[in-house]
Protein backbone atom coordinates (compact mmCIF):
# COMPACT_ATOMS: atom_id res chain seq x y z
CA UNK A 1 0.00 0.00 0.00
CA UNK A 2 2.86 2.31 1.03
CA UNK A 3 3.95 2.01 -2.32
CA UNK A 4 1.29 2.58 -4.48
CA UNK A 5 0.85 5.97 -2.40
CA UNK A 6 4.28 6.80 -3.29
CA UNK A 7 3.41 5.49 -6.85
CA UNK A 8 0.06 8.18 -6.71
CA UNK A 9 2.19 10.51 -5.54
CA UNK A 10 4.70 10.81 -8.42
CA UNK A 11 1.46 11.11 -10.63
CA UNK A 12 0.59 13.94 -8.94
CA UNK A 13 3.72 15.49 -9.69
CA UNK A 14 3.86 14.53 -13.05
CA UNK A 15 0.48 16.14 -13.48
CA UNK A 16 1.12 19.26 -11.80
CA UNK A 17 4.33 19.39 -13.87
CA UNK A 18 2.61 18.76 -17.67
CA UNK A 19 -0.32 21.23 -16.28
CA UNK A 20 2.03 23.86 -15.87
CA UNK A 21 3.72 23.59 -18.71
CA UNK A 22 0.98 24.18 -20.65
CA UNK A 23 -0.03 27.07 -18.44
CA UNK A 24 3.53 28.65 -19.05
CA UNK A 25 3.27 28.69 -22.93
CA UNK A 26 -0.47 30.20 -22.62
CA UNK A 27 -2.13 26.39 -23.68
CA UNK A 28 -4.40 25.33 -21.35
CA UNK A 29 -7.29 27.34 -21.58
CA UNK A 30 -7.70 25.53 -25.05
CA UNK A 31 -6.39 22.16 -24.23
CA UNK A 32 -8.80 19.56 -23.27
CA UNK A 33 -7.74 17.45 -20.56
CA UNK A 34 -8.49 13.75 -19.59
CA UNK A 35 -7.66 12.13 -16.74
CA UNK A 36 -8.47 8.34 -15.92
CA UNK A 37 -6.88 5.02 -15.26
CA UNK A 38 -6.97 1.74 -17.38
CA UNK A 39 -7.81 -0.26 -14.16
CA UNK A 40 -7.82 0.14 -10.35
CA UNK A 41 -6.26 -1.95 -7.75
CA UNK A 42 -7.06 -4.94 -5.24
CA UNK A 43 -5.16 -5.10 -2.47
CA UNK A 44 -6.43 -8.36 -0.94
CA UNK A 45 -9.82 -9.46 1.08
CA UNK A 46 -8.24 -7.60 4.04
CA UNK A 47 -8.59 -4.19 2.98
CA UNK A 48 -11.20 -2.17 3.16
CA UNK A 49 -13.82 -5.00 1.29
CA UNK A 50 -11.18 -5.80 -1.49
CA UNK A 51 -11.32 -9.14 -3.20
CA UNK A 52 -9.07 -11.86 -3.66
CA UNK A 53 -6.72 -12.45 -5.57
CA UNK A 54 -4.76 -8.83 -5.05
CA UNK A 55 -3.40 -6.29 -7.83
CA UNK A 56 -4.96 -5.56 -10.85
CA UNK A 57 -5.86 -7.14 -14.19
CA UNK A 58 -7.48 -10.43 -11.85
CA UNK A 59 -11.13 -9.70 -11.41
CA UNK A 60 -13.89 -7.33 -12.31
CA UNK A 61 -14.59 -5.95 -8.86
CA UNK A 62 -15.38 -2.75 -8.21
CA UNK A 63 -12.65 -2.13 -6.71
CA UNK A 64 -10.18 -3.42 -10.39
CA UNK A 65 -13.06 -1.56 -12.40
CA UNK A 66 -13.56 2.26 -10.36
CA UNK A 67 -11.37 4.56 -11.76
CA UNK A 68 -11.20 8.15 -11.73
CA UNK A 69 -12.30 10.01 -15.08
CA UNK A 70 -12.03 13.93 -14.67
CA UNK A 71 -12.57 16.18 -18.29
CA UNK A 72 -12.02 19.53 -18.45
CA UNK A 73 -12.77 21.12 -21.59
CA UNK A 74 -12.25 25.19 -21.08
CA UNK A 75 -15.68 26.67 -23.03
CA UNK A 76 -16.51 23.68 -24.44
CA UNK A 77 -18.05 22.08 -21.01
CA UNK A 78 -19.89 23.64 -18.18
CA UNK A 79 -17.23 23.02 -15.61
CA UNK A 80 -18.41 21.23 -12.45
CA UNK A 81 -20.81 19.00 -13.58
CA UNK A 82 -20.57 15.38 -11.92
CA UNK A 83 -21.49 11.94 -13.30
CA UNK A 84 -23.24 9.87 -10.91
CA UNK A 85 -24.21 7.17 -13.16
CA UNK A 86 -22.05 4.56 -14.07
CA UNK A 87 -19.98 5.24 -18.01
CA UNK A 88 -17.48 3.56 -19.61
CA UNK A 89 -14.03 4.42 -20.67
CA UNK A 90 -15.03 3.51 -24.39
CA UNK A 91 -17.06 7.37 -24.17
CA UNK A 92 -13.76 9.59 -24.27
CA UNK A 93 -13.37 9.36 -28.01
CA UNK A 94 -17.06 9.85 -28.93
CA UNK A 95 -16.82 13.08 -26.05
CA UNK A 96 -13.84 14.36 -27.42
CA UNK A 97 -15.23 14.88 -31.09
CA UNK A 98 -18.46 15.58 -29.09
CA UNK A 99 -16.54 18.20 -27.78
CA UNK A 100 -14.59 19.75 -30.83
CA UNK A 101 -18.01 18.92 -33.31
CA UNK A 102 -15.98 16.02 -35.07
CA UNK A 103 -18.13 13.73 -36.67
CA UNK A 104 -16.99 9.83 -35.16
CA UNK A 105 -16.93 7.32 -38.24
CA UNK A 106 -18.52 4.71 -36.12
CA UNK A 107 -21.60 4.61 -34.13
CA UNK A 108 -21.24 5.48 -29.93
CA UNK A 109 -22.26 7.42 -27.31
CA UNK A 110 -20.23 10.63 -25.41
CA UNK A 111 -20.39 10.88 -21.77
CA UNK A 112 -23.39 13.40 -20.82
CA UNK A 113 -21.51 16.61 -20.14
CA UNK A 114 -24.35 18.78 -21.83
CA UNK A 115 -28.23 17.65 -20.61
CA UNK A 116 -28.78 17.86 -24.64
CA UNK A 117 -26.14 15.39 -26.08
CA UNK A 118 -27.74 11.44 -26.55
CA UNK A 119 -27.39 9.59 -24.22
CA UNK A 120 -26.60 5.65 -24.45
CA UNK A 121 -30.03 3.96 -24.36
CA UNK A 122 -28.43 0.08 -22.76
CA UNK A 123 -28.34 1.93 -18.96
CA UNK A 124 -25.65 -0.66 -18.10
CA UNK A 125 -21.68 -0.71 -19.15
CA UNK A 126 -20.23 -3.75 -19.65
CA UNK A 127 -16.85 -4.79 -18.62
CA UNK A 128 -14.82 -7.40 -20.00
CA UNK A 129 -11.48 -9.46 -18.52
CA UNK A 130 -9.55 -11.79 -20.52
CA UNK A 131 -5.81 -12.05 -19.62
CA UNK A 132 -3.96 -15.21 -18.43
CA UNK A 133 -5.71 -17.09 -16.18
CA UNK A 134 -8.79 -15.26 -15.90
CA UNK A 135 -12.05 -14.86 -18.15
CA UNK A 136 -14.76 -12.63 -16.46
CA UNK A 137 -18.09 -10.21 -17.68
CA UNK A 138 -19.37 -7.73 -15.59
CA UNK A 139 -22.39 -5.45 -16.22
CA UNK A 140 -22.52 -2.49 -14.02
CA UNK A 141 -26.02 -0.04 -13.56
CA UNK A 142 -26.59 2.72 -11.20
CA UNK A 143 -28.31 0.11 -8.49
CA UNK A 144 -27.06 -3.72 -9.60
CA UNK A 145 -23.33 -5.12 -10.14
CA UNK A 146 -23.73 -8.74 -12.15
CA UNK A 147 -20.09 -10.84 -12.44
CA UNK A 148 -19.69 -13.52 -13.95
CA UNK A 149 -16.77 -16.01 -13.23
CA UNK A 150 -16.71 -17.75 -16.93
CA UNK A 151 -13.41 -20.11 -15.41
CA UNK A 152 -15.64 -21.19 -12.33
CA UNK A 153 -18.46 -20.64 -13.57
CA UNK A 154 -20.01 -19.03 -10.67
CA UNK A 155 -22.27 -15.80 -10.89
CA UNK A 156 -22.79 -13.03 -8.59
CA UNK A 157 -25.47 -10.39 -8.07
CA UNK A 158 -24.99 -7.48 -5.66
CA UNK A 159 -27.41 -4.63 -4.88
CA UNK A 160 -24.87 -1.28 -4.91
CA UNK A 161 -27.40 1.46 -3.55
CA UNK A 162 -24.81 3.53 -1.00
CA UNK A 163 -24.82 1.23 2.47
CA UNK A 164 -22.42 2.28 5.33
CA UNK A 165 -21.36 -1.51 5.14
CA UNK A 166 -20.99 -1.14 1.58
CA UNK A 167 -22.52 -3.30 -0.92
CA UNK A 168 -24.24 -6.25 0.27
CA UNK A 169 -24.42 -9.73 -1.98
CA UNK A 170 -28.44 -10.59 -3.09
CA UNK A 171 -27.07 -13.41 -5.12
CA UNK A 172 -24.73 -15.86 -5.35
CA UNK A 173 -25.23 -18.78 -8.35
CA UNK A 174 -21.91 -22.16 -7.59
CA UNK A 175 -22.18 -24.51 -10.33
CA UNK A 176 -23.52 -28.02 -8.17
CA UNK A 177 -25.52 -31.11 -8.18
CA UNK A 178 -29.13 -31.04 -9.10
CA UNK A 179 -31.24 -32.89 -6.01
CA UNK A 180 -31.83 -35.13 -8.85
CA UNK A 181 -28.49 -35.58 -9.48
CA UNK A 182 -27.54 -36.34 -5.91
CA UNK A 183 -30.53 -39.31 -5.51
CA UNK A 184 -29.61 -40.79 -8.66
CA UNK A 185 -25.76 -41.03 -8.11
CA UNK A 186 -25.58 -41.32 -3.85
CA UNK A 187 -28.82 -43.25 -2.91
CA UNK A 188 -31.85 -41.41 -1.24
CA UNK A 189 -31.09 -39.19 1.61
CA UNK A 190 -31.99 -39.85 5.62
CA UNK A 191 -34.53 -37.86 6.58
CA UNK A 192 -32.49 -35.89 9.19
CA UNK A 193 -30.44 -34.56 6.45
CA UNK A 194 -33.19 -33.60 4.32
CA UNK A 195 -34.56 -32.06 7.13
CA UNK A 196 -31.58 -30.35 7.93
CA UNK A 197 -31.48 -28.99 4.25
CA UNK A 198 -34.64 -27.65 4.44
CA UNK A 199 -33.80 -25.48 7.00
CA UNK A 200 -30.89 -24.22 5.31
CA UNK A 201 -32.94 -23.17 2.64
CA UNK A 202 -35.56 -21.71 5.03
CA UNK A 203 -32.92 -19.64 6.71
CA UNK A 204 -31.51 -18.32 3.34
CA UNK A 205 -35.08 -17.20 2.42
CA UNK A 206 -36.03 -15.32 5.27
Not at 17 to 44: A, K, M, Y
Not at 79 to 85: A, E, F, K, L, S
Request: glycine share 10%; aromatic share 6%.
Amino acid sequence: LGAYDAALTQLDMQMSELLGELRRRGELDRTIVVVTSDHGESFGKGHDGDHEPSGHGTSLYPEQIRVPLMIVAPGLANPGRVIDTPVSLAAIPFTICRLLGIEMPQRGFPLPLDSSWPASPEGAVLATLRYAEYDERALVTDRWFYRKNRVTNVEELYDVVPDPDGPWIVMEYVPSRSLLQVVKESGPLPPKRVAEIGLILLGGLT
